[in-house]
């Protein structure tokens, strides 16, 4: 399957600029407690114009260091999920629910997914992507509220003009080495998400109005001669 991009969209420098202004908008950020502890920022990165995007959880200790979404072994599993499907980091965006490091590694509260909600919506918005990977219960619950994503994972959905595919964090696989495999499986799913996708984007022919019965034009009589 391509990932070349088939849609019309806006140029991809217009989409790093605007992108840009979110990163920049994050790094000011203080509405939440998490700015405090927080070295650099980590707004997400990776094509303004992609296909695919990738939302996970928060930042860790690494990310936090270095400003930039998964660079840690979670970061380096998910690349090699991406090869195995045919794609570089390079050709997907990725970010998170939230933009600063909960200190200690700890889950984003409640609060504070709220606060830096409107970055990521801005960021969807932006991006425009055909297909959503949610990887993580945190950036799943954004799309699925209620949902488990033990019951739901791996099965992509339509969630109004995109597919929506719920996958386990790869970071689950490092503390739970029986989840390698299923989380594997699941990544193998992304290509038919994109191409489901695909078809929502393609608008449908139009149906041709049946052609009118014609009536048969009667035989030629013979005149007759008396």
Known sequence: MSFEHTRTTP????????????????????ACVLYKHALKPVPGDGD???AI??????????????????????????EDLLRSIGLRRDQVFIANVVKH????NRDPLPE??????????????????????????FSMAKFFPGERISRIHGVARRHRNRMVLPLYHPAAALHQA????????????IPAALAEAEKLATPAAPIKPPEPAQTPEPPPQQLSLF
Do not use: H, M
């Open 53 to 78: 995007l990738f939302i996970g959880e928060a930042p860790g200790r690494y990310e936090n260091q270095q400003g930039k979404p998964f660079v840690g072994a979670a970061g380096q599993f998910l």
């Open 178 to 189: 029986n989840l390698r495999r299923t989380i594997e499986e699941d990544f193998k799913r």
């Open 11 to 30: 140029s991809a420098d217009d989409n790093a600029a605007l992108l840009s202004e979110v990163a920049a908008e994050v790094a000011r950020c203080q």
């Open 101 to 104: 490091w909960p200190p200690g």
């Open 112 to 137: 504070e997914i709220a606060t830096c909600g409107g970055f990521l919506d801005r960021q969807i918005e932006i991006i425009n992507p055909q297909v959503i990977v949610t990887l993580g219960r």
């Open 48 to 50: 303004p114009n992609a």
